[in-house]
Structures are given as structure tokens and as C-alpha cells.
């Protein structure tokens, strides 16, 4: 195997000669003479005939190779440059690549959640948690970085480079910020109806719990339910509720107790037990309009969401096609279909 030799072996080699034959350098006949030190160009055109310069080795080998010597730490700087380069490449390939499939996730979840949410009864709210920094690691590599890694060493940057570079970082930057803002949103709308959904609960124990004590208090006075106006048609709009299978849906209750049930309160607005009741169906109703608008305002924005993150990802695969062609990266996924 050839041994590769780096810049100073090979100047020490040429330069730092121990023993010349003048005699091979120069052409001339004369005795063999021994040189100890270094030679320099100066030395080597002092021995060779004036006109033979360019011709003879001896002028080729003391300017030539000190030259390699001196150009070969550039070349070795240039060929760590392409190497780094192509790492930087394969490195925000991969990143890239991984983000695509993040977004398609996500994309899946809020087109999801915003179907869950046009029905007010569903309880089924699922959100994926944190997928990772690979957005992140993008974002640590500078601008100038990030582009040389897409271009590949490229020398000419055309409109199309740049307009494709733009909207992959909008992508990668958009979901960084996404991917905790998604959270948060979710965690408010979480909590915003599970607020609502509490006060509808609990007025709601209060009517029914009301309701049997009118009951209990009518008997312990004699009193049937027939001569008692409000017992007797609460008593009549109550159970029919329970017994029409609804009683598990927030809508069924909505429409087959409260909303009848408010009505007959009114219309014995003197007696103080129809206000009392009065008073907690309000307030049942007032959480039940603030629930259907929340699932109202977070099925348009978890929607709108979903849109937003199929449009990046969209843009992150034509970016894809365009810097990484062998890739043939193409949209397998749905969920633009489902929204």
C-alpha cells in the first residue's frame, strides 16, 4: 500500500537534502560532490544551464513541491469544509424528514378534536404530548448554517432555493412554537369546560335533590301532589325526563327538563319554592350556553389548527422535494380530506 505523506515529510524529503549528485542534477561532467543542508531555488538555478530552467527536474522539484506544501493545509481546509457540509446536510435532512411525520400527527389530533367538539355530549378528548425537540435542533443551527446545510454546497442560490428555504423555517419555527401553544390551548379548553360542566352537575343535583324534598315535605304534611301546582307539574316534566333515556346526555337534559321546567317556575313566580328552583335552573342553563359556546369557539380553532399545520406541512414536503430530489418525498396522508 502507498504511503500517504503529509506537508512537512514530504518539504523535509525534498528540501532537507543530505546528499546531492551535482553531477545527475546539473548534466555537468564533474567529480561527485556531496551538499549537506538545504537547497534552495536560488542553489538549484546556480547549477543548472541558463537555459534549461524549465526543463531540468531539479527546478520542477525546489518550486513545485514547496508550493504543494504550502497549498495543501487550504486543501485539506477545503476538503473538512465539504465534509462538515455534507454532515450538515445529512444532519437537517433527517431533522426535516422526522418533522414531516410530527406534523402529520399533529395535523390528525386537532382535525380530530375539532370533530369530537361539534357534539357538546362527547367525552372523548385525546391531545398527544411534546413530539420531541426536533424542531428545536433545527432552530439551535444558525440561518446561514440551516441554508448552506439545504443547498449542499451549491455555489448559485436561485429565487426558488430561497423561497423554499423561507418555508421550511416558517414550518420548523411555526410548530417550536406550536408544539406548547398546542398544549396550552388544549389545557384551557380542558379546563374551561370541565368549569362549565361542574356548575351544570352540581345545580342539577340541587334541583333533583330540591324536588324530592318538596316530596318528602308534602307527605309529612298531608299534602298530595296533585293539590300542590308546582310540585305536581314538576313532579310530571321531571319524570318524564327520567324516563325518556336522556338523562345521561347534556342535551337531553337541556331540552327535556330545563328548558320546560324554567317556564313552569315562571308562571309561580309566588311561590318562593318555584323561585328557588328558579334561581339553580338559571344557572344550569347559563354553564350549558357558556359549554356550547367554548366547544363552539375551540372546534373553530382547534380546525383552523389542523389547516394551518396540513398547509406547512405541505410546503415542508415541496421543500423536501426541492433540496433532496433522491428523496421523492411525497403526502400519504388524510387529514386534509377529513377537514
Not at 308534602?218 to 301546582?229: A, N
Request: charged content about 25%.
Amino acid at each position: 500500500m502507498t504511503e500517504i505523506l503529509d506537508s512537512t515529510t514530504i518539504v523535509d524529503t525534498v528540501l532537507n537534502v543530505t546528499s546531492v549528485d551535482l553531477t545527475e542534477l546539473t548534466g555537468f561532467e564533474a567529480d561527485t560532490t556531496i551538499v549537506t543542508g538545504k537547497i534552495t531555488i536560488a542553489d538549484t538555478l546556480s547549477v543548472i544551464d541558463t537555459g534549461n530552467y524549465f526543463t531540468h527536474p531539479a527546478f520542477w522539484v525546489s518550486v513545485i513541491v514547496p508550493l504543494i506544501a504550502i497549498l495543501l493545509p487550504t486543501i485539506r481546509a477545503r476538503y473538512r469544509e465539504k465534509r462538515e457540509l455534507k454532515r450538515l446536510k445529512s444532519y437537517a435532512e433527517y431533522l426535516t424528514t422526522s418533522l414531516l411525520s410530527s406534523f402529520q400527527l399533529r395535523a390528525r389530533v386537532f382535525g380530530k378534536l375539532s370533530c369530537q367538539l361539534r357534539d357538546i355530549n362527547t367525552r372523548e378528548r385525546h391531545y398527544l404530548g411534546s413530539l420531541g425537540n426536533t424542531a428545536k435542533h433545527l432552530l439551535s443551527l444558525s440561518p446561514d448554517e440551516l441554508f448552506s446545510a439545504f443547498l449542499g454546497g451549491k455555489s448559485k442560490v436561485t429565487d426558488d432555493d430561497k423561497k423554499h428555504y423561507k418555508n421550511i423555517l416558517d414550518a420548523v419555527e411555526y410548530f417550536a412554537n406550536h408544539d406548547e401553544y398546542g398544549k396550552r390551548n388544549f389545557q384551557q379548553f380542558m379546563a374551561d369546560t370541565r368549569r362549565y360542566e361542574t356548575t351544570i352537575t352540581e345545580n342539577l343535583d340541587r334541583i333533583l335533590r330540591m324536588f324530592d324534598r318538596w316530596v318528602s315535605e308534602g307527605k309529612e304534611k298531608g299534602v298530595r301532589p296533585s293539590d300542590d301546582p308546582v310540585l305536581k307539574g314538576a313532579d310530571r316534566i321531571i319524570s318524564k325526563w327520567q324516563k325518556g333515556g336522556k338523562t345521561s346526555t347534556l342535551t337531553g337534559m337541556h331540552e327535556e327538563l330545563l328548558v320546560p321546567l324554567k317556564p313552569h317556575c315562571v308562571s309561580h313566580d309566588t311561590d318562593p319554592r318555584a323561585m328557588d328552583m328558579l334561581e339553580l335552573i338559571i344557572k344550569c342553563n347559563t354553564a350549558f350556553m357558556n359549554l356550547t359556546t367554548a366547544h363552539r369557539i375551540y372546534q373553530n380553532a382547534f380546525l383552523q389548527t389542523a389547516v394551518t399545520l396540513v398547509k406547512k406541512k405541505r410546503e415542508l414536503i415541496a421543500g423536501l422535494a426541492h433540496f433532496f430530489p433522491e428523496k421523492k418525498v411525497k403526502d400519504t396522508d388524510k387529514t386534509r380530506n377529513n377537514l
